[in-house]
């Protein structure tokens, strides 16, 4: 049985309508969709943190996905929409989120008024949060992932968030008394996959040998009306076109759709002797041994940076090992681009390539480019880095035909950085796991990692570090610079 607990504001639905026709209209007049604006609303429904909300404004304020694609249909600026501008709205929009608080506060009245015992599924990144003002001591938080692994059986459970077909084939088999949490837009998106399952039972249902067997004609019930948001609803239809892993990654952690987003806010942390550049959505580790967000960094604070570098390959070869046939053609489409890339290098050389993939839509500098084809990296930064790729080396191909060409190898793309990132995830809280109670989690455990050998890992490539200035960086940066700097 589900009961539901449904936020309704009105000046949340009229800008969420604004904010949709704005979306409209670059999509009419120019042609232009926005991945990065969709994600970000999505983010932003799930969010219960004011700090997430701060971190998300800054990123569309940053953002120029919006004015690029104006300035490539035809040399237009941002000014040339005037009132049409969705960026505006969506900034409108988080910013009401982040003052009213509605979600966080419908959920701590359900939290703090309920007796009986639940268990609140939520972002992993919430589970400290919501722990620190959590005055309900029958009251059990997970994560997804941690759910999945749990017996759940005859339990109450709690969501807050909803996100389509995949959710909801995942609770439509619950034996479990749910509670949902949900603001209306989400609420409509449920109600959809109510009348999807009606329909597929009803095509069941008046089928002909079901007729012939009881003589009776069905008539059609008719469907609950929906009224759903373009934008959210684009954006949940493309979550469910995620494989199992991401999608799963996804619902323990929302905020890896930032990691969809090409264009990136950067923080330049220094301490007394390096200076590092981190998304400001990389999770770091504070004195403590406890994992933050590095927007969340402080100048005073002492901090432990996770070593991409040095354990990248061994989560791959986890990876591999996990599910060898996937791999098998991540590695296939991996091999095919290098191939690409090596040829064309020969064929143009290096400051002509160059010259000619910007012309295509390249994004990186020259230096990452270099890179590109030699280094241990599986695939290009950014997905218009492929097509750029793809486009002068079939130069007779229209961009339907690329997109054709492209599409498994994007795919693959997704399922090995979407892999990565679960497993530099759950790598972390086994790294935190060993900082606090100093013991050894499963994935270490299978790189041959016991306590002595990972001391000695953390004492070389995770020291801590003070940390005297910081700055947020919008400028595009040459993907070198994410690496440690020695001063």
């Not at 469907?223 to 469910?240: H, M, Y």
Request: hydrophobic letters at 35%; aromatic letters at 10%; one cysteine or more.
């Amino acid at each position: 049985m589900i009961h539901f607990e449904i936020i309704n504001n009105e000046e949340l639905e009229s800008s969420i309508k604004r904010f949709d026709a704005k979306i409209l209209f670059l999509k009419n007049q120019f042609n232009i969709e926005s991945k990065t604006y969709g994600n970000i609303l999505r983010i932003a429904l799930n969010t219960i943190q004011n700090e997430m909300f701060d971190n998300l404004i800054e990123r569309v304020e940053i953002n120029k996905e919006l004015e690029s694609a104006l300035a490539h249909e035809g040399g237009y600026t941002i000014d040339f929409i005037s009132e049409n501008n969705p960026k505006t709205e969506l900034i409108n929009l988080l910013n009401f989120l982040k003052e009213s608080s509605l979600k966080k506060q419908r959920l701590f009245n359900h939290i703090q008024k309920n007796n009986k015992r639940e268990i609140l599924i939520t972002d992993a990144n919430d589970i400290d949060f919501i722990k620190k003002y959590n005055r309900n001591s029958r009251l059990e938080i997970l994560s997804f992932t941690t759910l999945k692994k749990s017996d759940i059986l005859n339990k109450a459970l709690v969501f807050h968030s909803f996100n389509g077909q995949k959710d909801f084939d995942y609770l439509y088999n619950l034996d479990s008394e749910i509670t949902m949490i949900l603001y209306e837009q989400e609420h409509q998106l449920y109600q959809k996959q109510i009348n999807n399952r009606k329909s597929l039972i009803e095509d069941e249902i008046r089928n002909e040998d079901r007729l012939k067997l009881c003589g009776l004609t069905y008539t059609t019930m008719p469907d609950r009306p929906v009224n759903i948001s373009g934008t959210i609803e684009n954006i949940v239809n493309r979550l469910d076109d995620w494989g199992s892993r991401a999608y799963d990654g996804y619902k323990n952690e929302c905020d890896l759709l930032l990691d969809e987003i090409e264009e990136k806010v950067i923080c330049k942390i220094t301490s007394e002797n390096k200076v590092f550049y981190l998304d400001s959505n990389d999770t770091i580790f504070n004195n403590t041994g406890d994992l933050i967000k590095a927007y969340k960094i402080k100048i005073g604070d002492t901090i432990r940076i996770y070593p991409k570098e040095q354990l990248a390959e061994n989560l791959y070869q986890v990876a591999v090992e996990t599910e060898p046939e996937i791999f098998g053609k991540v590695e296939e489409h991996s091999i095919f681009w290098k191939k690409l890339i090596s040829e064309l290098r020969a064929k143009y050389g290096s400051e002509m390539l160059y010259q000619h993939l910007k012309g295509k839509g390249l994004r990186v500098l020259p230096s990452t480019l270099e890179a590109y084809g030699k280094s241990n990296r599986k695939f290009p930064m950014f997905n218009n880095d492929l097509r750029a790729i793809f486009k002068l080396y079939y130069p007779i191909k229209n961009d339907d035909e690329i997109d054709l060409v492209l599409k498994p190898i994007l795919k693959s793309k997704t399922t090995y950085n979407s892999t990565m990132i679960v497993l530099g995830r759950g790598l972390k809280q086994e790294l935190r796991l060993f900082l606090k109670e100093k013991r050894i989690g499963e994935i270490l455990e299978k790189r041959n990692f016991n306590a002595n050998t990972l001391q000695v890992f953390i004492d070389e490539f995770m020291p801590l570090y003070k940390i005297t200035a910081k700055e947020v960086l919008n400028e595009e940066l040459d993907n070198s610079l994410f690496e440690q700097i020695e001063l």
